[in-house]
């Protein structure tokens, strides 16, 4: 059977940039949101799978690509479904159209499945999922990359402290927060030049309420990679392009 979730929204003030069009932070939120959505259409969201599996979905990798801009009170379409299941991964596709019927972005986010106590990767047959899952065509494939730069001190922009709003269900920061942080290390009026192509961003590690993140940068050409730490462990990583 193929499982979707499809929804349709105006873009609001607070979704936008200083250019009052779609802020990146705000387009993987909301990609972020119809894919906790689209769980829930099928039973298999975190606050089903906390009490009946004793287990979490986890976002392990997301990547978006952007091709055209959306601005204030667009109306957007968006629908998200999976493309490919492994036995320790799910791959579920985002995508968003305005009311011209444009693509607007595209994103295809990795999810694994954690114990709750042990926080070990668990097989997605031992939850509360679909056995009769189909899969959709992707609109545009996408692909991640491995991101492996090297970093040095030089490269170090700014530590951040994890706060109480900044930890959600799964009792971890939430993925949001390390984009923020990212998109954060750029002055405002970077984006008023400058037009956000595609990012990448690959979580690595867990972190919690009063840990210190040491966030990282490097410029190639019209690329940016990025490395979030907290003490010796690598927490994130990622890459942003632009055009």
């Known amino acids: 059977m193929k499982y979707t979730c499809e929804k349709e929204f105006t873009l609001s003030y607070t979704g936008l940039d200083n250019n009052a069009e779609l802020n990146t932070l705000y387009a993987i939120e909301l990609a972020q949101n119809l894919m906790t959505e689209y769980f829930g259409n099928f039973k298999s969201d975190n606050l089903r799978l906390k009490k009946q599996d004793n287990a979490l979905w986890v976002l392990s990798k997301t990547k ?4 055209n801009k959306a601005v204030w009170l667009d109306q957007l379409h968006a629908k998200g479904y999976t493309i490919k299941n492994t036995a320790l991964r799910t791959y579920i596709e985002s995508v968003f159209y305005n009311q011209d019927n444009k693509l607007i972005f595209l994103a295809l986010q990795e999810n694994a499945v954690i114990d709750i ?4 990767v ?3 047959s031992s939850i509360s999922y679909p056995n009769d899952m189909e899969y959709e065509k992707s609109v545009k494939e996408l692909t991640f990359e491995k991101l492996t730069d090297d ?3 030089n490269d170090f922009v700014y530590n951040q402290k994890i706060y109480y709003t900044d930890i959600d269900f799964s009792n971890h920061t939430n993925n949001a ?5 990212i998109l954060n290390t750029f002055p405002s009026d970077f984006f008023g030049k400058h037009t956000v192509e595609d990012f990448e961003i690959h979580y690595l590690h867990e972190t919690l309420e009063g840990d210190l993140l040491s966030i990282y940068k490097k410029q190639t050409d019209n690329t940016f990679e990025f490395l979030i730490k907290s003490g010796d462990n690598e927490v994130v990583r990622a890459k942003l392009a632009f055009n």
């Open 64 to 67: 978006v690509k952007f091709f």
């Open 177 to 181: 927060v390390y984009i923020r942080h």
């Open 151 to 153: 970093f040095s001190e």
């Open 117 to 120: 106590e042990t926080r070990k």
């Open 122 to 124: 668990r097989k997605i």
